[in-house]
């Protein structure tokens, strides 16, 4: 129960002191009246319809539910238990002086909020479908707030209406939360929240668990990762519906598995062993419930294992051709090179040779040389 203080305006002396109080619907009101200086004036309570309801210790209004609590000549207390929606409005506290002074107390009655209730759910609901929950309560006063929430996460984007009821106190108020089912929602919990003064920080709670039908998610999990010649390989279907998806159905390049001694297939699990070339392929896995179905493949490789070897080893060929390719190189310059020495190597007689101051170039001169070679032996010389 909230109050606040009153006191009569512009008075000297003796006058009335009232709190304005705030009471839930069918709870006690306290309505006390405080003097501080009196001297035997007398203190009377009275309605919202000026009705008197105690004359100092005096009851004058015969209503069950009003008490006296104390009364002396400095405080007159009452208490209203069982309180409704009519006992709200302005109660006056008056001291018999002359003239008589007063002091209001208005009291306020809070409407608690019924129950809230979530309509529009319907169970199992198929993926991909519109659902419409709406929550409603009534009997609020003043009108009550409404959350939604999944799971932990409010929802925000939601309708709220307000209206007001037919005794013109109180309110009904709803909210609609419009979605669409998804299969990450199965399972969540879908709750309404209910917050309003009079509930004490004690929300009221509607919930409601979805459960959304899919079809099969479906996926294959290998255990091999380089499967090679003369090992086995594992492959598991992971398949994911609601209802839960019937036996899978395992197939090789679209028809059945060719050899049955060596593919074995243990529920969602296909065993191969003692693979070879042969087992090449495409394998899929279908799983399927009374919402519909859903496949995927996986693309099978057996590589071999000496292959893979000389693959991660020298490549000795290579090393050869490169090898080779420097060799010949290598002997195309040297005789490139020789060519070119042996053109311009040979003899020629100096200027005292006999005809070389005639000659034009080196060539001509050892030409013209050579029939002066006994003559010219100790002056021969060689340019390269």
Known sequence: MAATKNKARGSQGQFPLTQNVTVVE??????????????????????????????????????????????????????????????????????????????????????????????GFTSPVMEGERMQLTCKTSGSKPAADIRWFKNDKEVKDVKYLKEEDANRKTFTVSSTMDFLADRNDDGAVISCRVDHESLNSTPQIAMQVLEIHYTPLVKIISSNSWPEEGQSIILTCESKGKPVPEPVLWTKDGGELPDPERMVVNGRVLSISFLNKTDNGTYRCEAKNPIGRNSTEYVLIVHDPNALAGQTGPDHALIGGIVAVVVFVTLCSIILLGRYLARHKGTYLTNEAKGAEDAPDADTAIINAEGSQVNAEEKKEYFI
Not at 33 to 43: A, E, G, H, M, P
Not at 50 to 78: C, G, M, P
Not at 81 to 101: A, H, I, N, R, W
Request: aromatic content about 8%; proline content about 4%.
């Open 26 to 119: 069918g709870g006690t009101a306290n309505l006390t009246c405080r003097v501080d200086q009196n001297d035997n004036t007398s203190l009377q309570w009275s309605n919202p319809a000026q009705q008197t309801l105690y004359f100092d210790d005096k009851k004058a209004l015969r209503d069950n539910r009003i008490e006296l609590v104390r009364a002396s000549w400095h405080e007159l207390s009452i208490s209203v238990s069982d309180v409704s929606l009519s006992d709200e409005g302005q109660y006056t506290c008056s001291l018999f002086t002359m003239p008589v002074k007063t002091s209001k107390a208005f009291l306020t009655v809070l409407g608690v909020p019924e129950k809230p209730q979530i309509t």
